[in-house]
C-alpha cells in the first residue's frame, strides 16, 4: 500500500500523569505514516484525492489541544480514531514522541498501529 507521511511533527500541549504537568505545556513530537492509493490523486493531479498532509498537521496540533490527558497512549488511542474516521484512512502507524520526559534519554514513546494494510 502506498503511505502519506508527516515526519518529526513538533507540537507544544498540555499532557501527562503528574499534577505539575496539568499547569504547563511540553513538546510531543509526531511521526504518522497513513495508508492511502496515491494513484488516485496523481491521476489528475488532484490535492483532492489524497491525504493533505499540511491539513492533517493543523488537525494533529488542534486534536492534542483540545484533548489533555495523562498517557501519550490515551492521546495516541483516540488520535489514531480521530485521524481514520475522519479521512477513512484505512491503516497508519503513530509515533508519539515525548523528548522532555526523562532528562538522560534522547526520547522516550509509544507507537501504535491501527487497521488493515
Ligand atoms: N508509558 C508511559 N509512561 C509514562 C507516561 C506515559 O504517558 N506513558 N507518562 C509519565 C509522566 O507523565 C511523565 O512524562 C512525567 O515525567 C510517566 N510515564
Not at 507544544?12 to 495508508?35: A, C, R, S
Not at 491539513?55 to 488542534?62: G, P, R, T, W, Y
Amino acid at each position: 500500500m502506498d503511505k502519506v507521511f508527516i515526519q518529526g511533527l513538533s507540537i507544544q500541549t498540555t499532557i501527562g500523569f503528574y499534577p505539575w504537568e496539568k499547569e504547563i505545556k511540553q513538546t510531543l513530537v509526531i511521526d504518522l505514516m497513513m495508508g492511502w492509493n496515491t494513484a488516485l490523486a496523481a491521476e489528475n493531479d488532484e490535492l483532492a484525492k489524497t491525504l493533505d498532509y499540511a491539513e492533517i498537521s493543523e488537525k494533529v496540533a488542534e486534536f492534542a489541544n483540545n484533548n489533555s490527558v495523562d498517557l501519550i497512549e490515551t492521546l495516541a488511542e483516540r488520535l489514531a480514531n480521530y485521524l481514520m474516521s475522519s479521512y477513512h484512512i484505512p491503516w497508519l502507524k503513530l509515533t508519539i514522541g515525548k523528548p522532555g520526559a526523562v532528562h538522560n534519554a534522547i526520547t522516550v514513546g509509544v507507537e501504535i498501529e491501527r487497521g488493515k494494510q
